[in-house]
């Protein structure tokens, strides 16, 4: 079984600067991993897909890197709206498996 | 518009039933992965099961043998029916579907679209 693990579990960052967001896979995950935001109330959004593709109307402050078992979530000039928890999730077809991280709360001070 | 509308949720006790459903707007169930996917309170997120366009359904293990999942088409809705329900099964459960891959016609195992979910309360 293969587990994800995000970190920090909290990041308190400042408007303006860069928040780099990480999630580790415990074996390789080829680059089958996405990224979502989660705001209270809401359901999740998808940010990121096949670990460095946007989904489609996602601003290009979020770019998402890595492959095997290191991935990152950068999100560049973080505005007050950004703030939320980020989930990474995990895919593969056989055995078929979706696993996500535990999240990352992100807070703009 | 493009969206999914969860229902069916509600106080249960423990070892009842309850059938969600996901009726989807402005595009086919029939041509799309469904998937269904639970958020505990204050928890994170767990996938529970995935209706494929050609009618194969997986599931978690733990609630294989439970859950079952179908499609009416001619509803564009997808359901998902729970039986031998537990405490930890109280979620928010979430309809979401999966995005499709053009250029590698395959699945990405992203999900480009969610509903806003309905609670399911296990409990006596």
């Known amino acids: 079984e293969i587990v994800m693990t995000q970190s920090p579990a909290t990041l308190s960052v400042s408007p303006g600067e860069r928040a780099t967001l990480s999630c580790r896979a415990s074996q390789s995950v080829s680059n089958n991993l996405a990224w979502y935001q989660q705001k209270p109330g809401q359901p999740p959004r998808l940010l990121i897909y096949g670990a460095s593709s946007r989904a489609t109307g996602i601003s290009a402050r979020f770019s998402g890197s890595g492959s095997g078992t290191e991935f990152t979530l950068s999100i560049s000039s973080l505005q007050s709206e950004d703030s939320a928890v980020y989930y990474c999730q995990h895919y593969n077809s056989w055995p078929l498996v979706y696993t996500f991280g535990q999240g990352t709360k992100l807070e703009i001070k | 518009e493009v969206q999914l509308v969860e229902s069916g949720g509600g106080l249960v006790q423990p070892g009842g039933s309850l059938r969600l459903s996901c009726a989807a707007s402005g595009f086919s169930v029939s041509l799309h992965y469904i998937n269904w996917v639970r958020q505990a309170p204050g928890k994170g997120l767990e996938w529970v099961s995935v209706l494929y366009s050609g009618g194969n359904t997986y599931y978690t293990d733990s609630v294989k043998g439970r859950f079952i999942l179908s499609r009416d088409n001619s509803e564009n809705t997808v359901y998902l029916q729970m039986r031998s329900l537990r405490a930890e099964d109280t979620a928010l459960y979430y309809c979401?579907?999966?995005?499709?891959?053009?250029?590698?016609?395959?699945?990405?195992?992203?999900?480009?679209?969610w509903g806003q979910g309905t609670m399911v309360t296990v409990s006596s």
């Open positions: 979401a579907r999966e995005l499709w891959l053009q250029t590698s016609s395959s699945p990405s195992g992203a999900y480009d679209l």
